[in-house]
Nanobody
Framework: QVQLVESGGGLVQAGGSLRLSCAAS????????MGWFRQAPGKEREFVTA????????WYSDSVKGRFTISRDNANNALYLQMNSLKPEDTAVYYC????????????????WGQGTQVTVSS
């Protein structure tokens, strides 16, 4: 198993930036493809971005492409999400997720989830 803990959320004005972190513990972090998902009030959880085990390939949803950047540090068991040019519609709870079999692109896929961190973007 792997345990995931997100941090770095908060309140930011539109156009601002935040950097989310996800600290992993337990089994070897580098075994897992990782992803970020988010869930806004009254909406379903949705895919944001994902990264392969080595970090060599990354995927982004159309809504964040060009503004968000995913990265990982396998030596320090950490996953990051740099969010720039934030918009009010980015407001949501952000979750990091791990999957040992596939690069997660759907909420039904990941084996492990963090508890989430709130991101609020004011207009």
């Amino acid at each position: 198993q792997v345990q995931l803990v997100e941090s770095g959320g908060g309140l930011v004005q539109a156009g601002g930036s935040l950097r989310l972190s996800c600290a992993a513990s337990g089994r070897t972090f580098s075994r897992y493809a990782m992803g970020w998902f988010r869930q806004a009030p009254g909406k379903e959880r949705e895919f944001v971005t994902a990264i392969t085990t080595s970090g060599s390939s990354k995927w982004y949803s159309d809504s964040v492409k060009g503004r968000f950047t995913i990265s990982r540090d396998n030596a320090n068991n950490a996953l990051y999400l740099q969010m720039n040019s934030l918009k009010p519609e980015d407001t949501a709870v952000y979750y990091c997720a791990a999957d040992e079999r596939v690069v997660p692109s759907k909420p039904s896929q990941p084996d492990y989830w963090g508890q989430g961190t709130q991101v609020t973007v004011s207009s």
